[in-house]
């Protein structure tokens, strides 16, 4: 016996919608991840892209839990002698809110090229309007 492994072009993908209001970042963040990944199909394989398109909207309502808003921060460095830069999580919501839910979903995912194939799959929107209603996504509740 052989186990029959899917081909990439012949993976079925279809596409959800996710309604972050009110959610848990870090929940609904490892939930994305999954299905981004394919884990919840009976076809997935860890070395092939086998997840569907998921369709995030009401970024700019996700909640964290305890401090987070005022202590966390993101860090950046642009690679020269005190380069550092450091972001207040309360200061990108305000601006770019769906820059936090990106960088959970992406953190939640491999480290290679499968994970970049991943994450062009997930399209985050600030309101509750995004621009997949021709794609007519499932609802899918976190």
């Given at each position: 016996?052989?186990t029959p492994?899917?081909?990439?072009g012949k993976?079925?993908r ?8 009110g ?6 963040a490892s939930r994305?991840a999954?299905i981004?990944?394919?884990k ?11 997840g569907d ?5 009401n970024?700019?309502k996700?909640?964290?839990t305890g401090k987070?808003?005022d202590?966390k921060?993101d860090?950046q460095?642009?690679?020269w002698?005190g ?5 207040p999580y309360?200061?990108i919501m305000?601006?770019?809110p ?6 959970a979903?992406?953190g ?16 985050i929107?600030?309101?509750?309007q ?9 609802k899918l509740e976190?």
């Amino acid at each position: 016996m052989s186990t029959p492994f899917p081909k990439t072009g012949k993976v079925e993908r279809k596409w959800f919608l996710v309604d972050l209001e009110g959610k848990i970042l870090g929940r609904a963040a490892s939930r994305v991840a999954s299905i981004l990944k394919g884990k919840h199909k009976p076809i997935y394989t860890p070395h092939l892209d086998t997840g569907d398109h998921v369709v995030a909207i009401n970024a700019e309502k996700v909640r964290l839990t305890g401090k987070k808003l005022d202590q966390k921060l993101d860090f950046q460095h642009s690679q020269w002698p005190g380069g550092a830069k450091f972001t207040p999580y309360k200061e990108i919501m305000k601006r770019k809110p769906e820059q936090i839910f990106r960088l959970a979903v992406k953190g939640m995912l491999p480290k290679n090229s499968l994970g970049r194939a991943m994450m062009k799959k997930l399209r985050i929107y600030r309101g509750s309007q995004h621009e997949q209603q021709a794609q007519q996504p499932q609802k899918l509740e976190i």
